[in-house]
C-alpha cells in the first residue's frame, strides 16, 4: 500500500504563498496520476489539481491561475504551489496517488496521507 506525507503548510496572510509536499512510497510512482484535496470544515473533500503521468494537468476552478501541480519522479514527490492565496483556501490538503482520471475529473485511490493544514488570515 503507497503511504503519503504531506508537508508544507502553514498560516499565511492573504495574498501569501506556500509550497505544499507530498512524498510517496510505491514502485509504481513514475506511472501514476497523482492529485491534490483539499477538505475544510464542514465541507466534503473536493478536488484541487491532478497531474498525469505525462505532466498534463488540470485545476479546479478555483485553483487556475493561482496553483501549479508538479511532480517530481525521481523524489516520489508531487507539489502544490499556492500563490495569492485567500481566506476560502484555508483546509486541510492531501495528496492521492494512483487515482484515475477522465477530463476534469480525478477519481481517488483510496490510500491518504494525514494532510498538511492551510490557514489564510490576517
Known amino acids: 500500500q503507497v503511504q503519503l506525507v504531506e508537508s508544507g503548510g502553514g498560516l499565511v496572510p492573504p495574498g501569501g504563498s506556500l509550497r505544499l509536499s507530498c512524498a510517496a512510497s510505491g514502485p509504481f510512482f513514475t506511472i501514476e496520476p497523482l492529485g491534490w484535496f483539499r477538505q475544510a470544515p464542514g465541507k466534503q473533500r473536493e478536488l484541487v489539481a491532478y497531474?498525469?503521468?505525462?505532466?498534463?494537468?488540470n485545476y479546479a476552478d478555483s485553483a487556475k491561475g493561482r496553483f501549479t501541480i508538479s511532480r517530481d519522479n525521481a523524489k516520489k514527490t508531487v507539489y502544490l504551489q499556492m500563490n495569492s492565496l485567500k481566506p476560502e483556501d484555508t483546509a486541510v490538503y492531501y495528496c492521492n496517488v494512483g487515482g484515475a482520471y477522465s477530463g476534469s475529473n480525478y477519481y481517488p485511490a483510496n490510500s491518504w496521507g494525514q494532510g498538511t493544514q492551510v490557514t489564510v488570515s490576517s
Open positions: 497531474i498525469t503521468a505525462g505532466a498534463n494537468t
